[in-house]
């Protein structure tokens, strides 16, 4: 009935999310609020870590891409089920190491790394920095001479694939901001570059081919592609490559619309192609590194909204306003992503009106969706969008000087505050007299 299992519906009619009231906690904590199910996080989490050990017996890492969803909490969640992270900022690296991740078990992205943010890369000796071009390679290696420290490097490669997806969070291609192409030869380039750095080993390869992706191909296509590159290396520069990092990209429900495969069909099928090239070419089968994010968060957040305005324009629309919108969810005006709502204090009701969510900022294009099917509400009432657990909160701004809302996690039976609601206090905390 509803797009993630974690959502039901109880005796009072209303939304439950890992078993817990919306209504109750909207009423706790204010609206708009973003409500995360830990357990379900943690169940995710365990999903990719299993299938890993299945297919790879155990050679390989599974990190949350934590430009997901970034926050204290979630570094502690992934490190205590054993993930690795994946950063991509200075912000990101200071946050996890904030909560002392082991900072072995971090990838440090990036396309355009600033010189202090390397250096945090080097301080914290974060466990694999992923090289994007040549310029980076050069800085890297001066700094490390300099300071007489060294680094684990991973090059970030365009496998040129096409995954099928919307062109915006497109990655792999060649005509792409992130990476080494192959076609043009520079990745080849680049590996024999960083051969001559003395302070850096080279000790895998990666690419990423795009998010929210709902089949196998694209995938399976990016692991041949790589793990050729890798057989190329070993035949032409007489090295092994240890390490292959997959990225993530793996697609989740956002409306019926949607069918997702099982995250475990994925893992399979990329491993036998894995595993197939290893014995074709000839090279040792490298640790396998994956980075899911929306995966592991998306499904388990909601955010919770609370209805004003409603105006029906006759043979037009209906426009239902609610106190979010863009700031606190930009990817309707950044991707006309799709998303289902629910009324949350009467989600026993059917979804009979057709209605425009319409955040409440200064921009005609700050909606969460046009003609979504609702139950028929009124002002006061609680609208529910779901799987918005991913690339809402880590994409939030204070356009219009909106306050950020807050991030409450359910587990057990309770609900507890893991970032606070920005106060108005903190909208001019770093405004000068
Ligand atoms: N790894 C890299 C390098 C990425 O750029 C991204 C997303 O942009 C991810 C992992 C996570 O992708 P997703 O959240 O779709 O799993």
Redesign the pocket.
């Known amino acids: 009935m509803f797009v993630s299992e974690d959502l039901q519906v109880n005796a009072q009619g209303h939304l439950t999310i890992g078993g817990q009231d919306t209504v109750e906690l909207a009423k706790q904590y204010g609206t708009p609020l973003y409500v995360m199910d830990e357990d379900l996080i943690r169940k995710h989490c365990r999903s990719f870590k299993q299938s890993m050990d299945k297919f790879y017996q155990g050679k390989g890492l599974v990190c949350y891409?934590s430009?997901?969803f970034s926050c204290k909490a979630i570094y502690r969640v992934m490190q205590e089920e054993g993930l690795g992270v994946?950063v991509v900022s200075g912000g990101e690296l200071y946050t996890a190491m904030q909560t002392g991740f082991d900072s072995s078990k971090i990838c440090f992205?990036g396309n355009n790394k600033t010189t202090e943010e390397l250096q945090m890369a080097l301080d914290y000796q974060v466990g694999r920095i992923i090289v994007d071009n040549i310029y980076e390679l050069h800085q890297l290696e001066q700094m490390c001479q300099e300071q007489g420290k060294t680094a684990r490097i991973m090059f970030r490669i365009k496998p040129g694939v096409d995954a099928h997806t919307h062109n915006f969070?497109r990655?792999g291609q060649i005509d792409s901001k992130f990476g080494l192409s192959l076609e043009t030869g520079e990745a080849m380039e680049a590996v024999k570059e960083a051969l001559q750095c003395k302070s850096l080993h080279l000790c895998g390869l990666h690419c990423?081919i795009g998010?929210?992706i709902l089949d196998t191909n694209g995938f399976e296509a990016a692991a041949e592609v790589m793990m050729q590159f890798i057989a190329t290396i070993q035949k032409e520069l007489h090295i092994t490559i240890e390490e292959l990092n997959l990225?993530?990209?793996?697609g989740i429900c956002y409306t019926e619309q949607d069918d997702p495969i099982p995250y475990e069909q994925y893992m399979e099928a990329v491993s036998k192609v894995i595993h197939r090239c290893s014995e074709e070419y000839g090279v040792p089968q490298p640790f396998i590194l994956i980075?899911?994010?929306?995966?592991i968060v998306a499904p388990a957040g909601i955010t919770l909204y609370t209805v004003g305005g409603k105006k029906v324009i006759p043979n037009i629309r209906t426009y239902v306003s609610i106190d979010g919108g863009m700031c606190d969810n930009p990817r309707y005006i950044l991707y006309q992503s799709a998303y289902d709502a629910i009324v949350a204090n009467k989600a026993d009701q059917p979804k009979d009106t057709k209605v425009t969510i319409a955040g409440k900022c200064c921009e005609s294009g700050d909606l969460i969706g046009e003609n979504m099917p609702l139950q028929a509400c009124e002002p006061g009432d609680i609208i529910a969008v779901c799987a918005t657990g991913?690339y809402n909160y880590s994409m939030s701004s204070n356009y219009n000087r909106l306050q950020k809302p807050a991030v409450v996690f359910v587990k057990d039976g309770t609900s507890r505050v893991v970032v606070k609601r920005e106060t108005l206090e903190d909208l001019v905390r770093n405004d000068c007299e």
């Open positions: 891409a430009k997901a994946d992205h969070i990655t990423h998010s929210q990225g993530g990209g793996f980075e899911p994010g929306r995966s991913a």
